[in-house]
């Protein structure tokens, strides 16, 4: 479907879509918010909902500077979310205990950048402002917000093409957000290229509060849901959009899981599922105007869409605005 219309055209609905869908809705204007498939179905529906800089960065990088801009504006963006949909969010900051070996310079340099980092008397290093959100909750909320906010919502429609001649333009499809034929003015504007990257992640049934923060080590974490649902996680594959869980990779995870922590040995995995963290070619993050046209970029987040939602919607829906864009 081709579409042209003289509201701002939101591509892609998921966390970041909707999310910038959202704030542009609060300062009045028109809003399209479209995408091929159901809303949410996309990474933000696989994702863990870790919201932590401690185990993601330890140098200085735009990554870094967004994901504690970001992770600022939380409390403030759940409050707010609560309090207009009246709907429950499972988001908590309990912190994140991390194992391995080099921690104390690792933790040392975090410091310096301005991520709250402890090391204890057993060489983990405990970070105390991460936390965790379920993304599942979270996109519930926002897209309940944008229905009440007038947001037309146009789901399992696939954009053929699309241009900014009647307005302005955000692509925020994920991982599919550079293969989308985008115009403005009567040409072809390329698109950073985007590709994705298959991760695995199983689950646990536990009891409630049984695990206080998140566990992590190298590529591997833990973290629990108020329900008590236990997510484990992660994989990394480059082998396109492949959705198949493969039980091996799974039972790799699982075993992971269980070195991390012994508690799981006790229990069966209830369930398993993949998702495709979205990433640039650009290695980071594209967000921001496409420069002599009327078109916003907002993808690329790879592993920390999530985190990064307030952020971005911040600051391409606050750019936008400020254009005094129709």
């Not at 690792?106 to 993304?135: K, S």
């Not at 499809?173 to 072809?188: D, E, L, Q």
């Not at 799974?250 to 990433?279: D, I, M, S």
Request: glycine share 12%; proline share 6%; charged share 20%.
């Amino acid at each position: 479907m081709r579409y042209i219309g003289r509201v701002i055209v939101v591509v892609g609905a998921g966390i970041i879509g909707a999310s910038i869908a959202r704030r542009l809705a609060m300062a009045g204007k028109r809003v399209r918010l479209i995408d091929a498939r159901e809303p949410g179905r996309g990474a933000t529906h696989a994702a863990a909902g870790m919201l932590a800089p401690g185990g993601e960065f330890d140098a200085d990088s735009i990554w870094l500077r967004l994901a504690l801009r970001s992770l600022s504006l939380y409390p403030d963006w759940i409050r707010e979310l609560r309090e207009e949909t009246g709907m429950a969010i499972d988001y908590s900051v309990n912190g994140a205990l991390q194992t391995g070996d080099g921690l104390a310079e690792r933790c040392e340099r975090q410091r310096r950048l301005g991520i709250p980092c402890e090391m204890r008397g057993d060489g983990a290093a405990f970070y105390p402002g991460d936390g965790a959100v379920d993304p599942r909750d979270l996109f519930a909320a926002v897209i309940a917000s944008c229905r009440r906010l007038g947001v037309e919502i146009v789901a399992g429609q696939p954009v053929e093409q699309i241009d900014d001649s009647d307005g302005p333009l955000v692509i925020a499809a994920g991982a599919w957000s550079g293969a989308i034929p985008v115009f403005s003015s009567g040409r072809r504007v390329e698109l950073p290229g985007t590709s994705p990257v298959k991760g695995h992640l199983i689950a646990y049934r536990l009891a409630p509060g049984s695990l206080p923060h998140i566990l992590r080590r190298d590529h591997t974490y833990i973290v629990q849901r108020a329900s008590g649902l236990t997510i484990a996680g992660s994989t990394s594959q480059e082998i396109g959009f492949d959705p198949a869980v493969d039980p091996a990779i799974c039972h790799q995870l699982r075993q992971r899981a269980e070195a991390l922590w012994p508690v799981l040995c006790e229990h069966q995995p209830c369930e398993a599922w993949t998702g495709f963290r979205p990433r640039c070619e650009t290695g980071e993050p594209a967000i921001g105007r496409v420069d002599g046209t009327r078109i916003w970029l907002a993808c690329g987040h790879f592993r920390n869409g999530i985190l990064l939602a307030p952020i971005t919607a911040e600051i391409v829906a606050g750019d936008i605005l400020a254009t005094g864009e129709r």
